[in-house]
Every structure is written in C-alpha cells, then in structure tokens.
C-alpha cells in the first residue's frame, strides 16, 4: 500500500516580524515646544539621523529650520538657534547619507541650500550656506541625495523639472524634462540606477536619471498614484493613492512592466495622503497616513501574497509628517528595527516612536540585522555621472557605530543667474503659474 504524502501550507506564514510593535518614547526623551510648520505642502518637514534632528519651523518672512542634537530631549528654549538664509518657505529637508554634518534644503526661493551644522549644533541663527543652487524657476518642493554617490543631490521644482547636482562644482549637471506637471514623489533602487516618480499627471514613471530617458511608465485609471518607493532589489514598487471611489489603497507593481498593478489593496476611507516607507533589511512596509495617528505595517514577499499585513500601530495624536532614523542610529540592543520621530503640529512635539522585534536573548540579534547600507559613499560624484553604478558599501550593526567624518565640501560662490544643462536654457519654456502656486 502507497501512503500519499500531502503537502500542507499554513495560511498564515510563520514570519520573525509578526510580533513587532510600536513603543512611543516616555515624555522625557521626547521634544517639546517646537514651532512646527504650519505649511500644507505634503512633505516631512523633518530629517533625522543619527546625530541631528532637524525640524521646519514656523516663521515670519523667509523660511526656517532648527537642528537639535538627537539626545537632547525636553522642552527647546524658543530663542533656540535657526538656520535661517531662506527668502522663502522651506519646504523640503534632507541629510547627507555620508557627513552627518551636511543637510540640503529647498524652498519656495527657487533655491536649494547647502549647510554645515557644527558638531556640538548651533550656537547662534545660521545665515550663510556652504553652497547656494540656483537652476530652478520657480519653487522647490522636494529634494533627495543619491543613495550611493558622493555629492550628488536631485531637486524637484514646480518648473515641472527634475535637476541633478553635483556638489563638487555646485553646478547642475543634468536635468529630467519628462514631467508635465509638478512631481510628487522621487525614491531610487538600492544602487541609484533607477529613479521613480509619481506626478501630479496621474503619471507614475520609472526613469533613467543619467540620461533622463522615461524607461516604464504607467497611467492607471483605477488607482491615482501620490507616493511611490522601490522596494529595495526586489524589482517592485509601491505607490499609494486614491481609488476611483476615493478610498485609500496601495498598489504593488513590477519595475519593469507597469502596464498593470500586480496587486492592489485597499486601506480605508480616509481622506490624508499616505506616506510608505520600507526597511529594506526586514523586508517590512511602513504606512503611516497624514491627519491620522496609525501607522500600519506588512512584510513584503516575492511571492503570493506578496503582502502580508502584521499589525497596525495607533495613536489619537494626528502626524503631519514623519521622520525615519538611519539603522546605524537605532538600539540594536533593545531590537529595533525602526524608529520614527512624529511630528505633532499643535502640542510643537516631536514623537520617537520604536519599532520593536520582541526577543527574550540579551545577544546581538544577527538575523534581523543584516549587513545594511552605511555611512561610505560607494562612488564619487564623477565615476556616477560617468555611468558606474555600484551598490552600497555594506556595515554591520553588531559593533555599534563610531566613526569620524573627516568630510568637506569646497565649492566656488554661485551668482544668481539662469543655466544652462543639456544645451537648454533653464529659464526658457517655464510653465506657467497655476493658482495653487502664489508665493507670499
């Protein structure tokens, strides 16, 4: 007699991230008394890393921001120093990935800035940048560093183009002229050879930043993209968006073929933007919306479901934005795995919350922390623009993090002018100004 082996699959895949859980800082390790931005532009308006908070203020005339070091809780004195050299709102903050010391800003101005904050933070207000970028003709909303190179920034503007900077010379080197509209979103592949970005078009767009070419785009009737991120090397992407019936949803696609979502989910009937972050390390998916206090999260799988949902963080504390600390910043000795810092606009908190992978062992946790992308660039700004492309320089969290920066950034003072990148005048062909453009 045969004796039929049958194969049994749970339906629910036994997962190390299942039991994660949020655990909001006690009082005393949260900041207080911050004028946060009252700006409605969809945007963070904070960055973090492991040194530095970086939080955009309120401020009348001109724009600004405060950098506290990130141990120093409790109530800010509101006399606390600014960086403050922007005519304009700021409405876009980032720091380097490789100098902890360097954040970029963009703003309403039309310009975006380099500044230096000193080790121990500010002393007095900050005026003077190390580099100001002029190229855009009309405001910034958004700025991001590439993940791998040395000195190169990407700025989106309400021109309706994308202009990459190389910092080395403080010129744009290249400009992405494919949007009809303003640009919602950027996020690259783990090696910063491929760019994606969602649009006020509708459009979500898969591009090629070096020569700008368009290499998948899609226009998908059923789901309105707003924000879009790869999912590290897996060869997806995330966006989040609206429904035809206006509820939220998310929509999982293959990079190279967006003709149609993979799959599609809906979250709620919410109304406030849906911002993703994804950890590529633990392979989990963040979404956290904006006017809400939930922050739901998945694990992300090659294959079916290829989402699974874990759990859903909540708090009544609404969030305006959201900012995500570097993992060589995180405890690895409490087994965190994310840590976010909330902004609540009308208590002027900064909330750290903790994402955190319940272990009973008090040893180094090598399976939820893998090597992960570090604080050395893998390419100089010249070897990128040349066409190297070149992963992260991998670290290991076990031995915590401590190591000196010994980088600066030498560029010669830019006059306010136009430009010119790939032969085309910068100011000519500008869009013209849509109502929800007035500046102040």
Avoid at 100 to 117: F, G, K, L, M, T
Avoid at 264 to 291: N, Q, R, V, W
Avoid at 303 to 332: I, N, W
């Amino acid at each position: 007699m045969t004796v039929t082996k049958m194969s049994w699959r749970p339906t629910y895949r036994s997962s190390k991230f299942r039991n994660v859980y949020g655990k909001v800082a006690n009082r005393e390790h949260c900041f207080e008394g911050i004028p946060i931005t009252k700006n409605v532009h969809d945007n963070h308006f904070c960055a973090v890393n492991a040194k530095f908070l970086a939080i955009v203020t309120e401020s009348a005339g001109g724009g600004s921001f405060v950098v506290i070091p990130v141990t120093q809780f409790g109530r800010i004195d509101p006399h606390y120093p600014k960086v403050c050299g922007h005519q304009g709102k700021v409405l876009d903050i980032k720091w380097n990935p490789f100098h902890d010391n360097i954040i970029a800003s963009c703003s309403e101005d039309s310009s975006v800035r380099i500044w230096e904050i000193p080790d121990e933070g500010l002393r007095r207000n900050l005026t003077e940048p190390v580099l100001e970028l002029y190229g855009h003709s009309r405001r910034v909303g958004l700025i991001e560093w590439h993940p791998t190179t040395s000195g190169i920034l990407f700025s989106a503007g309400y021109d309706y183009k994308i202009l990459i900077w190389n910092l080395e010379i403080g010129e744009p080197v290249k400009m992405i002229d494919c949007h009809t509209d303003v640009v919602l979103c950027m996020s690259f592949n783990t090696e910063g050879s491929l760019l994606a970005t969602s649009c006020k078009d509708k459009k979500l767009r898969v591009i090629e930043p070096r020569s700008g070419k368009v290499l998948q785009e899609a226009n998908f009737k059923n789901h309105k993209v707003n924000r879009v991120v790869f999912l590290g090397n897996m060869k997806r992407l995330l966006t989040t968006g609206v429904s035809r019936w206006n509820t939220r949803q998310i929509a999982l696609w293959d990079q190279e073929d967006l003709s149609m979502p993979i799959i599609e989910e809906e979250i709620d009937g919410l109304s406030g933007l849906l911002f993703p972050f994804y950890d590529a390390d633990t392979h989990m998916l963040y979404l956290a919306g904006k006017g809400d206090g939930n922050i739901r999260y998945y694990e992300i799988t090659l294959e079916k479901p290829y989402l699974q949902y874990l759990m859903e963080f909540r708090s009544p504390a609404p969030q305006k934005g959201l900012g995500v600390m570097p993992k060589h910043g995180l405890d690895v000795g409490a087994c965190e795995v994310f840590r976010f810092y909330k902004l609540v606009t009308l208590k002027g908190l900064i909330e750290p919350i903790s994402m955190i992978v319940p272990r009973r062992s008090e040893t180094y946790q090598e399976d939820i922390y893998p090597m992960t992308p570090g604080t050395e660039p893998a390419l100089s700004a010249d070897e990128w623009l040349s066409g190297i492309n070149r992963g992260p320089v991998l670290m290991s969290l076990k031995e915590g993090y401590n190591r000196p920066n010994k980088l600066v950034f030498k560029a010669p003072v830019k006059e306010k002018k136009g430009g010119v990148v790939n032969g085309i005048d910068l100011l000519e062909n500008v869009p013209p100004r849509t109502e929800n453009e007035v500046l102040p």
